[in-house]
């Protein structure tokens, strides 16, 4: 069975996976962009970018594996995008251009339906109305036996975890204390939930903290 996976996901020391007051200015909320400073130096995220060079360590290596073996993603409205409600039009295509670094399918969860978006590269963004089983189900049919990420933000990431759905998931935790925003801790109990920490791994620009179920 293939797995669901959290990976590269970043953390500050008190658990905001993304800042406050997100909008079009600020795609991870304000001082957002400190949570990814491990990533931003990096090979893979250069590659992302079309970009040569970068860094090759620790922290580089951990970004790379999170593409490896991934046969669909499934994300939140809200990291989709800045729009929020019911869709005006269909001018809103993501934050990544005409061709997104996914190159899979990838399942959006949203109380709005939408039809599917064909991107350049083989990302197909498909808008999932059903909640977070009816996505997961459409994930794995389409991943093709490989391995399905959730790619965030926060409260998918928090709805797989409660409801026990996720395998592991490798949080990168930076350094910094951000204070406020979307806190992927808050009142959720991992180990009664049946997660353990399974290793930690110091990287560069952040400690890798690889979650698993026990
Ligand atoms: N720290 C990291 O590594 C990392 C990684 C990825 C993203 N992020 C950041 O995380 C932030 C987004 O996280 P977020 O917690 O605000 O939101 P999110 O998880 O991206 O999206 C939440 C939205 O998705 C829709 N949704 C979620 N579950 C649903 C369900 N079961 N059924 C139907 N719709 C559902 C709802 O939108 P509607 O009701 O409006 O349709 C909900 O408001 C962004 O700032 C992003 O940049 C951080």
Redesign the pocket.
């Known amino acids: 069975m293939s797995k669901l996976r959290v990976l ?4 500050p020391t008190d658990g905001y ?3 406050p007051k ?1 909008d079009l200015q ?4 304000v001082r ?1 962009p400190e ?2 400073e491990w990533f931003f130096p990096t090979r893979a995220w250069r590659k992302m970018q079309g970009l040569d060079g970068g860094e090759t360590g620790r922290d580089n290596a951990m970004a790379e594996q999170g593409f490896v073996g991934i046969g669909a993603w499934i ?6 995008g800045p729009v ?2 019911p869709w005006p039009d269909d001018h809103w295509k993501g934050w990544w251009g005409d061709e997104p670094p996914y190159h899979v399918p990838v399942f ?5 339906a939408r039809a599917p978006l064909a991107m350049a590269g083989g990302t197909t963004f498909h808008f ?5 089983h009816a ?1 997961l189900e459409r994930a794995r049919e389409a991943s093709g036996g490989q391995d399905v990420r959730v ?9 797989y975890l409660r409801a026990g759905l996720i395998d592991d998931m490798h949080l ?1 935790v930076r350094p910094v204390l951000l204070g406020a925003g ?1 806190n ?1 801790f808050a009142g959720l109990d991992l180990s009664a939930l049946g997660y353990e920490i399974a290793e930690s791994v110091p990287g560069e620009r952040a400690t890798h903290v690889l979650v698993r179920r026990k």
């Open positions: 590269s996901f970043a953390v996976g993304a800042g997100q600020h795609p991870l909320g957002g949570l990814m994300l939140g409205r809200n990291m989709f929020r409600g959006v969860l949203t109380h709005h999932v109305t059903d909640g977070i996505a790619g965030g933000g926060v409260a998918t990431v928090r709805e990168a979307e992927l």
